[in-house]
């Protein structure tokens, strides 16, 4: 089955830095790769998703790229800020030809903007 | 849009009863919902997809007897976790796909919290 791995578990960064979050994902017939933040207690948060037929995404400071070949895919914030800090997970769906998309989640990352 | 509501937000039981999770989407039909389980400090696990008017497809390792889940309608999934017992304690969360919606976003709930004594 499909495994998705995500480096690095913990990121700090100084306000107004960037921060990049790296996933891989083991199954090609992924095709669907949405970021999700989510603050403690509280429900994720799709941030922004990349399907595979782009190579790169962009909404305002945050980015995805996607390199099918490598399978893998990345979360760029750039000017981070202090409400940036959170946990991110990456995602992926398995499509079994018919049978609903399911996400399998990264482990998770958790950015720590300092001020 | 896409709002998913969770009932209750938070619930502590007693070991050995059974408990009841609902998952409704609030301004769209969802044929497809999923839940998950987190534990503190890790990832949300899938536990099963919840297909409206037909049976749940349960991940390896999750017991369908143990966590019963129940779609029958396009805006309401349940949850019950029978016989609880401490080990079951975590935060549960549903997601819910848009029927309308081509893509495969999923929307998720506010998470239940369960406290099993």
């Known amino acids: 089955g499909e495994n998705v791995e995500q480096h690095p578990s913990t990121l700090s960064v100084q306000e107004g830095d960037s921060a990049v979050i790296k996933c891989t994902y083991s199954?090609?017939?992924?095709?669907?790769f949405p970021w999700y933040k989510q603050e403690l207690g509280k429900r994720p948060q799709l941030i922004i998703d990349?399907?595979?037929?782009?190579g790169e995404k962009k909404d305002q400071r945050i980015a995805v790229t996607l390199n099918k070949t490598a399978k893998h895919f990345s979360l760029h914030i750039t000017e981070t800020q202090p409400e940036d800090s959170a946990v991110y997970f990456c995602?992926?769906?398995?499509?079994?030809?018919?049978?609903?998309?399911?996400?399998?989640f990264g482990t998770g990352t958790l950015l720590a903007v300092q001020p | 849009g896409a709002v998913v509501s969770q009932h209750p937000s938070w619930v502590i039981c007693k070991s050995g009863t059974s408990v009841k999770i609902e998952c409704r989407s609030l301004?769209?039909?969802?044929?497809?919902m999923f839940w998950y389980r987190q534990f503190p400090k890790q990832s949300l696990m899938l536990m099963a997809t919840?297909?409206?008017?037909?049976?749940?497809?349960?991940e390896q390792g999750v017991e369908k007897d143990k966590f019963l889940i129940n779609h029958a309608s396009l805006t309401l999934s349940t949850l019950t976790v029978t016989s609880a017992h401490p080990e079951d304690s975590s935060f549960y969360i549903c997601?819910?796909?848009?029927?309308?919606?081509?893509?495969?976003?999923?929307?998720f709930g506010p998470g239940t919290r369960l406290l099993v004594l």
């Open positions: 997601s819910a796909r848009d029927s309308r919606q081509i893509q495969e976003t999923q929307y």
């Open positions: 199954d090609s017939a992924s095709n669907y």
């Open positions: 990349i399907r595979s037929n782009v």
């Open positions: 995602a992926a769906t398995v499509n079994y030809g018919g049978a609903t998309n399911k996400l399998i």
């Open positions: 301004d769209f039909q969802a044929t497809t």
């Open positions: 919840s297909n409206e008017g037909s049976k749940a497809t349960y």
